[in-house]
């Protein structure tokens, strides 16, 4: 019998882009029920439907995935929004799990949400040791209290509570959307259509220069999987490559996969985001045996690929 032949296991988030990649491995190893869920279920910011859906789905195991995320700019116009939804989400869905018989939540922390002035790579010892960039603070401190509270429901309760924190994840079905997409996704969007409109150049933000640990999204998702299955007590661990990329190695690479043949014109007026980040990922590797199996040039043709498939559908042309 495998760990997950007499699992229930249930996904918030689930409809959502690292949610369908968690579900999609999840079915892979067959646990004994499976319910992925997305906002048109349950509004997780209401507590009485966070506990409707622990009362009708009853699950052992919950990865949760559910969140309010963009990109700089959305952080920057909406902070109460990103504040206020991802921290109700988080108190709700481990608050109710603690109550209604789960025996374990693994959740999908932030990344932004370690120290912006901290010693590179970034270790999980560190979380604690200053403030987060600005921009998206609202966003990754309401994120980071799922660790604290993880802790407390662990000390009180018995809930094992694991925290994973990625890198920049990136992978099919992402969001596409130039204005509130990450990198990643509005980088494959501008490539994609200025090679296939032939432009002449593309404008991308910032000078280039600026550095990330990539994680194609599928990496992620069975790194979460083997933290269930290892895990027992309140855990927070590194889910990344543990490599840095620049954004102009992005951009090259996508400029190869997409046969764009013009130039990149890189808007300095616009914001960069934190100059470096990368992860010390020694921790996922020794607990878990976890290492990223997809290269970004692989990762990035996928989505890339995923992305020419579906760019008509009309939540993609936004």
């Known amino acids: 019998m495998s760990f997950w032949s007499d699992k229930t296991v249930l996904v918030t988030g689930g409809t959502g882009f690292l949610g369908r990649h968690i579900t999609q491995a999840l079915e892979a190893i067959k646990p004994r029920k499976l319910v992925s869920l997305g906002s048109k279920d349950y509004n997780l910011v209401k507590e009485t439907e966070v506990e409707a859906m622990y009362a009708e789905h009853s699950p052992e195991i919950v990865f949760h995935l559910a969140g309010l995320v963009g990109g700089i700019l959305p952080n920057r ?10 921290l109700m989400m988080g108190t709700l869905v481990l608050h109710h799990a603690s109550r209604s018989g789960v025996k374990k939540v693994i959740s999908a922390g932030a990344g932004c949400g370690y120290p912006e002035l901290t010693t590179l790579p970034l270790k999980e010892s560190s979380f604690w040791d200053g403030f987060p960039q600005k921009e998206s603070a609202p966003y990754s401190l309401a994120k980071r209290m799922l660790q604290i509270q993880g802790k407390a429901y662990h000390s009180q309760y018995g809930l094992q509570a694991v925290t994973c924190v990625p890198g920049n994840v990136y992978g099919e079905y992402d969001n596409f959307n130039l204005h509130d997409s990450h990198v990643v996704p509005a980088l494959v969007r501008k490539f994609v259509e200025a090679s296939q409109k032939g432009l002449e150049s593309v404008e991308v933000w910032g000078d280039g220069t600026p550095t990330r640990d990539y994680v194609y999204a599928g990496d992620v998702a069975q790194g979460m999987i083997k933290a269930a299955e290892v895990y027992k007590t309140a855990e927070v661990v590194n889910l990344s490559s ?7 190695d992005i951009c090259k690479i996508l400029k190869d996969h997409t046969q764009f043949k013009g ?7 616009r914001p960069s985001g934190q ?5 010390d ?7 878990l045996g976890f290492a990223c199996e997809t290269s970004l040039s692989e990762g990035l043709k996928k989505t890339t690929d995923w992305y020419l498939r579906n760019m008509d559908s009309p939540t993609l042309r936004r």
């Open 281 to 287: 990922v020694s921790k996922a590797k020794a607990d």
């Open 263 to 269: 130039e990149i014109k890189w808007n300095t007026d």
């Open 275 to 279: 100059k470096r980040r990368w992860f």
């Open 77 to 86: 116009e909406r902070p109460a929004d990103y504040f206020y939804n991802n």
């Open 242 to 248: 543990g490599r840095e990329s620049s954004v102009t």
